[in-house]
């Protein structure tokens, strides 16, 4: 139960995400792309570069989740609409057959994570469900946190503006690309 609640929260991530883009009427159908590449990052440094401790390999995976959206919206935040959700979802499926492809990563085997520590504590085996679905409910509160400061911040509250008016936040001289990137 632990186990279905934590991949249940985890996938709510994704779902934050999606919100984020509606306030703005964007529509992504390749928002699991980001999901994706913060996955491979903590499989990847977990397989082979020995790193298992799980906040640190939560905020590298953040980290260039964030990295790849940015150098992402630099080239999808001129399109809206199902130009935006469609472009997104191609880059989504050319990421999924590249790591198809990838024998050396696991292909469509995926690549595996150790258990993780926290902090340098390894949870016995029997306790590893327990700290995992506890983790998962700090991660997902943060996310929470930081996305209710942001949607009522100064930029959270101009990217409801993007969705009703572009033009009237341009002449105010607001960048609408920036905003969505």
């Known amino acids: 139960v632990l186990y279905t609640a934590s991949v249940a929260l985890s996938k709510g991530l994704v779902v934050v995400g999606l919100v984020l883009l509606l306030r703005m009427g964007v529509v992504s159908f390749g928002q699991g792309m980001y999901f994706c590449i913060g996955a491979y990052i903590c499989g990847l440094l977990s397989a082979f570069g020995g790193l298992n401790d799980a906040f640190l390999l939560v905020v590298l995976a953040g980290a260039g989740s964030c990295l790849a959206g940015f150098v992402l ?6 399109y809206r609409g199902v130009f935006f959700a469609m472009f997104n979802l191609a880059l989504s499926m050319i990421l999924y057959g ?18 993780p520590s926290y902090f340098g504590l390894a949870p016995a085996a029997e306790l590893r469900s327990l700290y995992f679905y ?33 033009i009237r936040l341009e002449y105010l001289g607001l960048s609408v690309r920036r905003i969505i990137i």
């Open 134 to 166: 506890i983790f998962v409910v700090f991660v997902v509160a943060v996310v929470g946190l930081v996305s209710w400061v942001y949607m009522r911040s100064e930029m959270g509250l101009i990217s409801l503006g993007v969705r009703d008016s572009e």
């Open 98 to 115: 590249a790591l198809l492809k990838s024998v050396s990563i696991g292909g469509s085997d995926g690549i595996g994570v150790a258990p």
């Open 73 to 78: 919206g630099l080239f999808l935040a001129s």
